[in-house]
């Protein structure tokens, strides 16, 4: 099912990331987690993509897993900056012959150690999405950034940016993640006085240790605000006690989110079933 049609039915969505396996000696350990997740009948599960493209073939499998065995809707990330044009299309095509009708398309970025196979790329996220509302059988997501994203000068160019995304032909976005709900609700506004009407689904980290929460800040700039630098002070030496604040943290945000109307919550799972099990319990859906 295309997401849009869900959105017709239900006007706050729940979905679950999941990332595939990079060999296939790992696929049976992540197919049994994306069984147990799909248990808990989210809106939709999404399957992240590998930032080189060499693995592009487990996130088909994965999300077929979702969609054809799994009875769940599935959405296909696909990222253009190092998949040349003639491996965009072969992989759409992969997509489509698997009934996947959403995908969520980005530039991505290019590993350092990646060579660049000869080819014709996309530059922005943008090109991706014009072309593949050329097939006309998918939904598109994009990427968005309440915090700005990284490589941009400032908030303001940053949606400039997004609206060139959207008039593209972007369906719904899932925002970076963020701790930080005030900053989600002036990125909401500043996005909506600038024309960009599509459903923003907000994208939830829950913390569950100490190393994935400095690998994220590092890579994203994820702003930390002072509650959750005083758990992870207080909590840094008892990982048990870490998890259960960064969970409780992420059922607040959520639950305010919700409150305040969202569009969705997109709970980036990490694979790990019991995350998914005690956020769900705890939110008010
Ligand atoms: C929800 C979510 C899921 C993700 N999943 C994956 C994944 O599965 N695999 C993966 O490798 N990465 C993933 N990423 C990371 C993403 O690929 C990176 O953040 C990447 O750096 C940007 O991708 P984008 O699609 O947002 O790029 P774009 O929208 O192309 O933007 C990239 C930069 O270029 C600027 N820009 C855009 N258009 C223009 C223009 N016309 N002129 C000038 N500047 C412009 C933007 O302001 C921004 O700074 C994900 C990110 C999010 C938020």
């Not at 698997?98 to 090109?127: C, H, Q």
């Not at 072309?131 to 598109?140: A, G, M, P």
């Not at 719904?172 to 989600?184: A, E, K």
Request: contains cysteine; charged residues 25%.
């Amino acid at each position: 099912m295309r997401i849009t049609e869900k959105l017709m039915v239900k006007d706050q969505l729940i979905s679950f990331e999941v990332f595939p396996p990079k060999t296939d000696s790992a696929f049976d350990s992540i197919e049994w987690s994306v069984r147990e997740l799909a248990a808990f009948n989210p809106d939709f599960m999404s399957v992240t993509y590998g930032a080189g493209g060499g693995t592009s073939q487990y996130t088909t499998k994965i999300a077929s897993l979702i969609k054809n065995r799994l009875d769940t809707t599935a959405l296909a990330h696909l990222t253009c900056a190092s998949t040349s044009k003639e491996k965009i299309d072969e992989i759409l095509e992969a997509l489509k012959e698997n009934n996947i009708d959403n995908i969520l398309a980005m530039r991505g970025d290019i590993p350092t150690d990646f060579v660049k196979p000869a080819g014709e790329y996309y530059k922005y996220a943008s090109e991706l999405v014009a072309h593949i509302k050329k097939y006309e059988c998918f939904d598109i997501g994009g990427a968005c950034y309440p915090e700005c994203h990284p490589e941009c000068d400032s908030l303001e160019k940053d949606i400039d940016n997004l609206k060139i995304k959207f008039d593209c032909g972007v369906d719904f976005f899932i925002t970076q993640l963020f701790y930080d709900n005030g900053v989600f609700c002036e990125f909401l506004e500043k996005v909506r006085k600038k024309g960009v009407y599509a459903p923003i689904f907000a994208g939830i980290m829950p913390i569950t240790n100490i190393k994935q929460i400095d690998r994220i800040i590092s890579l994203s700039g994820t702003k930390i605000p002072p509650k959750v630098s005083d758990f992870l002070e207080k909590y840094k030496d008892n990982p048990t006690e870490l998890e259960k604040a960064g969970l409780d943290f992420a059922i607040n945000q959520i639950n305010e989110l919700l409150s305040n109307g969202v569009n969705g919550i997109h709970i980036y799972t990490m694979n790990k079933p019991h995350v998914a099990k005690t956020v769900l319990k705890g939110i008010n859906k």
